[in-house]
């Protein structure tokens, strides 16, 4: 089955800054890719995804890429905000209606110092 | 309300105890799913529905766990005897779409059981 490996599991950063969070992989016939935020106490929400037809998609400060031939895609998040404090997780799934579940990462703490 | 709804938000049972928890999806949404979360981890996938047909259960850890969803709208994921080991939230979310592949995922907040 899928496995999808995320890092780093913290991050630092300071406010303005840009964050990127990488995520690897396994299963070549795995072509949607989201992300979700999830705040303290809360369950995760989507934030961005992207498919496998596409290498980089853009919403505002938000961006996602994917190498479909390393197997990799990373989101980067610029000019840092306080509210961007959260865990991020990069997750994986297949089209299969029999297999249709997300893989989540293990998470990126990701802090924002002012 | 408009978002999916988890009850209990807390729950602490004694091992051996029985629990069961509740996930209210987003009114018409056709898929639901029970995810579990354990403490600085990524949730991990435990069973799916398609209205009230659970079509994969791959991911249920043992033959304790058991979720129903009997009229396609309010699910229910029992854990019998449970064991320390069963210590997580339990995440449940909702989607419109027949699949993960073509739906956005709206989670709830969260059962978080404690298993003493």
């Known amino acids: 089955g899928e496995n999808v490996e995320q890092h780093p599991s913290t991050l630092s950063v300071q406010e303005g800054d840009s964050a990127v969070i990488k995520c690897t992989y396994s299963d070549s016939a795995s072509n949607y890719f989201p992300w979700y935020k999830q705040e303290l106490g809360k369950g995760p929400q989507l934030i961005i995804d992207?498919?496998?037809?596409?290498g980089e998609k853009k919403d505002q400060r938000i961006a996602v890429t994917l190498n479909k031939t390393a197997k990799h895609f990373s989101l980067h998040i610029t000019e840092t905000q306080p509210e961007d404090s959260a865990v991020y997780f990069c997750a994986a799934t297949q089209p299969y209606s029999s297999a249709s579940k997300i893989i989540f990462g293990s998470g990126t703490r990701l802090s924002i110092r002012p | 309300g408009a978002g999916v709804s988890q009850s209990p938000r807390y729950k602490v049972a004694k091992r051996g105890q029985d629990v069961a928890l509740r996930c209210d999806p987003i009114s018409g949404h056709v898929s639901l799913f029970w995810y579990q979360q354990a403490l600085g981890q990524g949730p991990e996938f435990l069973t799916y529905?398609?209205?009230?047909?659970?079509?994969?259960k791959s991911g249920l850890p043992s033959d304790r766990f058991f979720a129903e969803r009997p009229e396609g709208s309010v699910s229910t994921l029992k854990i019998q005897r449970t064991q320390q080991e069963d210590s997580a939230v339990y995440l449940c979310a909702s989607s419109l779409e027949t699949s993960a592949y073509t739906g956005e995922l709206f989670f709830g907040e969260g059962s978080r059981l404690t298993v003493l």
């Open positions: 529905f398609q209205n009230e047909a659970q079509l994969d």
């Open positions: 992207i498919r496998s037809n596409v």
